[in-house]
């Protein structure tokens, strides 16, 4: 019995009751929860439904609960119900009912875990959406590994999603990043403001291997084409990175295209019908303070020229327009103060800044070695980027180490801990589990030992503690899922498939012993804990698939 199973079950008993007392059933409501204690002796499930229901129908909260736990008890695959504190329901499963999970996850397989929790959402999830002016730094890969874990959570709770990438191509960074192209051709020295590294030469080069006439042209020319050029090669660059990290998006965005199409002046205009720009010593300003803001935003300059937040205004009603009901974007430690002017510009639009825009801060990432700090990379020259840490500890670990944490805490990475084949290792801890697994299944296979058709699963023998805490484990991670998609906190699932489903498995395997010894004759038993292990398979696979880590077989 799933835990949302269980839920309907308490539900029905309620209604029961309400029907045999003549109370309101309006009070009742279409859905309830079930959770699991925090102590395990309280039982397998607990409800609130009484103490939640109790002041609405004017019935003492431990009545309620007596007489929800009499209906429960005469449920099928109810064990027993006890009341504790004012009017908590605890609930114990009989085997049978905790055991046919085994059953419902193998046979759910992929689907296990998913949900319509989030259907009807249309969500627009941008992140990284780095400056094509260089390689993807370590921030960066942050919001690869969290962004795409949350757009497959987001997704496996039924919303729909569109990941989008920012391309940044207009503005005065990618003139800094022609002039350095520029400079590194010539031989010269990066200008002071622009932009080092040997990454700068060696695209340099290359913009002077496929357009050799730049070198016979003016400096202004040579550095359009540089621009042009570089720019293109640059964010060829970032995507290819981001796919061999396993991360593509939906839409790549060019900031440019919102210039071309005249999609500020859209923007602009749709903001003085709302009535909320004025002008000011020759500028155009959007009164930003009128919604919590500290002070009114510039939207054009005096001399004509568009500001950032213009464009990140344009961009806004662009996603929008596009039918985008929530947009979420992703940004770096250092942006933390473009909070408050980007709700002010949604309530500006007439959206509401709650509802229509979620913004998400990433703290910093260290990469360390040897216990200190890495700070140069070998090819950036200023800054670790994504293939730095790849090459320190691989995709696997990177992405699983990125979206392990709380995205807004920072996070230090420590190449030793991440690169051993210990139990230490939090992905080789969940990986060695589903391995363990697989393997097992592999070696029942050549002892001629099958879980059998579904039908004859006996379900009542998975009657072991260890067992039922396997189960309870298991039956966790539809909530799981869908919490941390509601929260946009991906590490739950890794936290999950670690101190639940990883623990409670090795704990499983030490006690109960799932192969025949020998000639030991195979039994219903070995069948039914082989459901089990496979369950967990399923479990931690669609767990990793859902951080984008791999589930291989063999370790």
């Known amino acids: 019995m799933t835990p949302a199973e269980l839920a309907s079950v308490v539900l029905a008993a309620a209604h029961a009751v309400f029907v045999e007392r003549g109370l309101d059933r309006a009070a009742l409501p279409e859905h309830t929860v079930v959770e699991r204690p925090r102590n395990p002796e309280h039982g397998d499930y ?28 005469r449920s099928a695959g109810i064990k027993s119900v006890e009341i504790a504190g004012p009017g908590f329901l605890n609930i114990r499963l009989d085997a049978a009912a905790a055991g046919q999970l085994a059953r419902v996850i193998v046979e759910a397989g992929a689907e296990y875990g998913r949900s319509d929790r989030l259907a ?43 990941t989008e990438y920012y391309f940044n191509d207009a503005g005065s960074q990618i003139d800094r990043f022609a002039r350095s192209l520029l400079a590194a051709a010539k031989g010269e ?20 291997s496929r357009r050799p006439e730049v070198r016979s042209l003016d400096d202004d020319a040579a550095q359009e084409v540089f621009r042009v ?21 939906d839409t790549y965005f060019n900031e440019k295209d919102l210039h071309d199409r005249g999609e500020l002046d859209l923007a602009l205009n749709r903001l003085r019908e709302q009535g909320h720009l004025y002008e000011s010593e020759g500028a155009t300003w959007l009164r930003t303070t009128d919604f919590g803001d500290d002070k009114d935003r510039v939207l054009r300059k005096s001399n004509g020229e568009w500001t950032y937040f213009a464009a990140d205004c344009a961009y806004y009603l662009d996603k929008r327009e596009r039918g985008f ?45 040897d216990g200190a700090p890495m700070r140069m990379s070998k090819r950036a020259g200023t800054v670790i980027t994504l293939e730095d840490l790849v090459e320190a500890i691989g995709v696997d670990a990177s992405r699983y180490a990125l979206a392990r944490y709380s995205s807004d805490s920072p996070i230090d990475i420590d190449i030793e801990l991440w690169t051993r084949a210990k139990n230490d290792n939090p992905v080789h801890y969940v990986q060695y589990v589903g391995a363990r697994t697989a393997n097992l299944s592999s070696n029942a296979a050549d002892l001629g ?3 059998g058709a579904p039908e004859d699963f006996r379900p009542e023998l998975l009657d072991h503690e260890k067992e ?29 498939l670690e101190e639940s489903v990883a623990q409670s498995y090795h704990r499983f395997y030490d006690n109960c012993r799932i192969l025949p010894r020998g000639d030991e004759e195979i039994t219903d038993l070995h069948r039914a804990r082989l459901w089990l292990n496979d369950a967990t398979r399923t479990v931690v696979a669609n767990g990793l698939y859902l951080l984008g880590v791999s589930a291989p077989e063999r370790m």
Not at 124 to 148: C, K, Q, Y
């Open 46 to 73: 607990a409800s609130t439904l009484a103490l939640q229901l109790s002041k609405k129908v004017g019935v003492p909260p431990r009545e309620l609960a007596a007489a929800l736990a009499d209906a429960l008890g």
């Open 120 to 162: 009807g959402e249309r969500i627009n999830l941008e992140f990284v959406s780095a400056n094509p002016t260089g390689p993807v730094h370590i921030g960066g890969v942050r919001w690869a590994a969290v962004g795409d874990a949350l757009s497959r959570l987001l997704r496996a709770t039924g919303a729909d999603v569109g």
């Open 189 to 208: 020295p990066a200008p002071e403001d622009g932009y080092g590294g040997a990454y700068i030469a060696e695209i340099a080069a290359e913009v002077q």
């Open 229 to 249: 050029e570089g720019v293109a090669l640059m964010f060829d660059e970032i995507r290819s990175s981001l796919r061999d990290f396993g991360v593509e998006f």
């Open 325 to 369: 009901e929530r947009v979420v974007i992703m940004l770096g430690a250092d942006h933390h103060g473009y909070i408050g002017r980007m709700k002010a510009m949604a309530a500006c639009f007439g959206d509401d800044p709650e509802r229509n825009l979620e913004i998400l801060i990433g703290q910093l990432v260290n990469l360390l070695r």
């Open 449 to 451: 030992l099958t879980r």
């Open 468 to 496: 039922n805490e396997l189960l309870k484990a298991l039956a966790e991670f539809p909530a799981v899922v869908a919490t941390a998609a509601e929260l946009r906190e991906p590490h739950r699932v890794a936290r999950y």
